[in-house]
Nanobody, 124 residues
Framework: QVQLVESGGGLVQAGGSLRLSCAASGGTFSSYNMGWFRQAPGKEREFVAAMHWSGDSIVYSDSVKGRFTISRDNTKITVYLQMNSLQPEDTAVYYC?????????????????WGQGTQVTVSS
């Protein structure tokens, strides 16, 4: 059983940056593939980024490509999402998620474990 706890959300002006962290416990973190998703009010949960456990494969949604960076530190058992050039449309609750199999990683239903989410609000 893997527990995930996100942190780092907050209020930022458009053009600003935030770094989200997702601390994991339980399980073997280094063998899990990690993803970030977000959900805005009234919308479905949306894929943001995913990283293979080895770090060899990273995927971003088109909406964040070039602005967001996913990374992981297996020694700290933490995955990060660096978000730059934030825009009001990035406002959402951001979730990290973990899955053992690297397959259909853009689909929320694929993931086995989820954090509780952290709010990101970008003001114009």
């Amino acid at each position: 059983q893997v527990q995930l706890v996100e942190s780092g959300g907050g209020l930022v002006q458009a053009g600003g940056s935030l770094r989200l962290s997702c601390a994991a416990s339980g399980g073997t973190f280094s063998s899990y593939n990690m993803g970030w998703f977000r959900q805005a009010p009234g919308k479905e949960r949306e894929f943001v980024a995913a990283m293979h456990w080895s770090g060899d494969s990273i995927v971003y949604s088109d909406s964040v490509k070039g602005r967001f960076t996913i990374s992981r530190d297996n020694t700290k058992i933490t995955v990060y999402l660096q978000m730059n050039s934030l825009q009001p449309e990035d406002t959402a609750v951001y979730y990290c998620a973990a899955v053992r199999r690297w397959r259909y990683y853009t689909s929320a239903t694929t993931y086995e474990y989820w954090g509780q989410g952290t709010q990101v609000t970008v003001s114009s």
